[in-house]
């Protein structure tokens, strides 16, 4: 927990001090406050019930991030924006592109149980 308090004090308050010097920048430090942040960051999730969820979410993180342009730029940003504060808008893409993770995965498994029964058939038949 230190650990996280440290980067985060570093990187807010570091560019007041670090400011007065010309050729320092406080992004300079990012190299090593990431480390500690991801060290710091995996210690306080582990053993948790951030780490089951994190788990679970893990295997959707690629379709939310793939699907959160279409539904926040392009083709729903009348439903998407419609709670009109930024900490809502952000909770309902979250929940409308897990959502669809799940249905993408529950159509995916189903495609793989449709094929391995044709696969069956064929393998008896021929």
């Known amino acids: 927990m230190l650990g996280l308090v440290l980067v985060i004090a570093i990187r807010t308050m570091g560019s007041k001090f670090v400011g007065k010097i010309i050729l320092f920048d406080i992004f300079m430090l990012d190299f090593l406050l990431v480390p500690l942040l991801i060290i710091t960051t995996t ?51 979250f929940i409308l592109t897990t959502s669809i993770s799940k249905i993408i995965f529950l159509g995916k498994d189903k495609i793989s149980i449709i094929k391995s029964q044709e696969l069956k058939l064929e393998k008896q038949g021929g």
């Open 43 to 93: 210690k306080i999730i582990k053993g948790n019930f951030l780490e089951w969820t994190f788990f679970k979410l893990g295997k959707h993180s690629t379709n939310i991030w793939l699907m959160h342009s279409y539904f926040t730029l392009s083709y729903f940003q009348d439903l998407v924006f419609y709670p009109r504060y930024s900490i809502l808008i952000l909770i309902f893409t």
